[in-house]
Nanobody
Framework: QLQLVESGGGLVQSGGSLRLSCAAS????????AGWFRQAPGKEREFVSR????????DYADSVKGRFTISRDNAKNTVYLQMNSLKPEDTALYYC?????????????????WGQGTQVTVSS
């Protein structure tokens, strides 16, 4: 069983930066596609970014493209989300997720493993 633990959230002013980390344990993380999702109060969980298992191909939601960067270090079993130029609308609980599937999974139903989430709050 794969376990995921997020960290790095916090309170930041608009225009600031944060780096989220997701540490995996239980299985070799390099065999999983990893993704980041977020959920704001009263809204559905939405896709933010994902990075695949092998070629490190990435995808981003249009709302974060050019501001967020996903990366991974399989030797450390960790995936990161660097968030720059943060906006108040980025405020949400951010979740790390993983799936052994290939392709380009961008839906919550594509992912089998989830962390507990880390809160990101951006003040205006």
């Amino acid at each position: 069983q794969l376990q995921l633990v997020e960290s790095g959230g916090g309170l930041v002013q608009s225009g600031g930066s944060l780096r989220l980390s997701c540490a995996a344990s239980g299985r070799p993380f390099g065999t999983y596609t990893a993704g980041w999702f977020r959920q704001a109060p009263g809204k559905e969980r939405e896709f933010v970014s994902r990075i695949d298992r092998i070629a490190y191909i990435t995808d981003y939601a249009d709302s974060v493209k050019g501001r967020f960067t996903i990366s991974r270090d399989n030797a450390k079993n960790t995936v990161y989300l660097q968030m720059n130029s943060l906006k108040p609308e980025d405020t949400a609980l951010y979740y790390c997720a993983a799936t052994p599937r290939g392709g380009r999974p961008v839906f919550t139903t594509n992912y089998d493993y989830w962390g507990q989430g880390t809160q990101v709050t951006v003040s205006s």
